[in-house]
């Protein structure tokens, strides 16, 4: 039994779809195909039907994919443990993450990640949070990166950093308040720029709105955007007052140019997280990149 074989199928199964595993693993579409053929010639049985337009395994391929991702697993741990040539690793990782991972924190983990296995190869896809765990979940990426942690307990989530939300103006836009602690009320009356749905920044501002007693539609919300930068760009020409991630404006309230509004009692702290999911098999360069996050923030 060949045992790229069980990759593919795993990937497919994960995938639910025949097309995706193909685009995954860089092959074409018959190329999967022809494996899940041989594996089932193999084998002996049908491991997968058709649901509508997914592909989910049957009793005897559900039983394969369990056992297939022990095989794969201790297949990685032997060539660990007998090749000694581990600085020869290579391989692509997809990295979803979202927004303040993405601007602020990954950069230094590739390059020190890079350090160690120069022949890896990274592609990053910012998307916010909850598509990252919905990735995850749907079986396309292994792990990522989220400003919220997941409340799968398949999902493990490793702390990388902490960060506060809070409220930015333009300095001109500071200087119409005539007191440094803003009110609830207050802002009530001010025009809203924010993140989009599904923003670990946004959500944890609406968790503070709620318990206020105060919904997110109570805001006069102008704009939603799903870049930080975009943002910064609205507040510097007045357009309203932001929620954004303090690390996000340190340099624009350095330079006087944006300033964080107080609120009373608001203290908006949260923490980034390295998530990945437990049970699933890892490539090799995947089980690797997981090593190192765990060495460097597990506790």
Same mark, same amino acid.
């Given at each position: 039994m060949n045992t790229?074989?069980?990759?593919?199928?795993?990937?497919?199964?994960?995938?639910?779809?025949?097309s995706k595993a193909a685009e995954k693993m860089?092959?074409?579409?018959?190329?999967?195909?022809?494996?899940?053929? &041989? =594996?089932? %010639?193999?084998?002996? *049985?049908? /491991?997968?039907?058709?649901?509508?337009?997914?592909?989910?395994?049957?009793?005897?391929?559900? &039983? =394969?994919? %369990?056992?297939?991702? *022990?095989? /794969?697993?201790?297949e990685n741990k032997i060539y660990s443990l007998i090749r000694r040539d581990d600085d020869k690793l290579y391989g692509n990782l997809d990295i979803y993450t979202s927004s303040?991972?993405?601007?602020?924190?990954?950069?230094?983990?590739?390059?020190?990640?890079?350090?160690?296995?120069?022949?890896?190869?990274?592609?990053?896809?910012?998307?916010?949070?909850?598509?990252?765990?919905?990735?995850?979940?749907?079986?396309?990426?292994?792990f990522g990166f989220t400003g919220s942690p997941s409340k799968n307990k398949k999902i493990k989530n490793i702390c990388i950093a902490e960060d506060e939300v809070v409220i930015v103006a333009s300095a001109q836009k500071k200087n119409e308040f005539k007191q440094n602690a803003i009110t609830m009320d207050m802002l009530l009356n001010q025009r809203f720029i924010v993140r989009e749905k599904g923003s670990a920044t946004l959500k944890i501002?609406?968790?503070?709105?709620?318990?206020?007693?105060i919904n997110l539609s109570d805001l006069h919300i102008t704009i939603q955007a799903?870049?930080?930068?975009?943002?910064?760009?609205?507040?510097?020409?007045?357009?309203g007052i932001a929620v954004l991630p303090k690390k996000a404006v340190e340099q624009e309230v350095a330079d006087g140019s944006m300033e964080i509004l107080n609120i009373d009692g608001m203290d908006l702290r949260?923490?980034?997280?390295?998530?990945?999911?437990?049970?699933?098999?890892?490539?090799?360069?995947?089980?690797?990149?997981?090593?190192?996050?765990?060495?460097?923030?597990?506790?």
């Open positions: 790229s074989y069980l990759r593919t199928f795993i990937e497919v199964i994960n995938l639910k779809n025949i860089f092959i074409t579409q018959p190329a999967v195909s022809k494996q899940l053929q &041989l =594996l089932e %010639k193999d084998f002996g *049985a049908e /491991l997968f039907k058709k649901n509508g337009r997914e592909i989910i395994p049957t009793e005897e391929g559900f &039983l =394969l994919y %369990k056992y297939a991702k *022990a095989v /794969l697993n201790e303040m991972p993405a601007d602020y924190y990954i950069h230094d983990l590739i390059i020190e990640f890079s350090s160690l296995y120069p022949d890896a190869s990274f592609t990053i896809k910012k998307i916010d949070s909850d598509m990252v765990f919905k990735n995850i979940e749907d079986g396309f990426t292994s501002f609406e968790d503070y709105l709620n318990k206020k007693r799903e870049d930080n930068e975009i943002i910064k760009k609205f507040i510097s020409k007045n357009a949260r923490k980034l997280y390295y998530v990945y999911q437990q049970d699933r098999y890892f490539s090799k360069i995947e089980e690797k990149f997981k090593e190192f996050m765990i060495h460097m923030y597990e506790k």
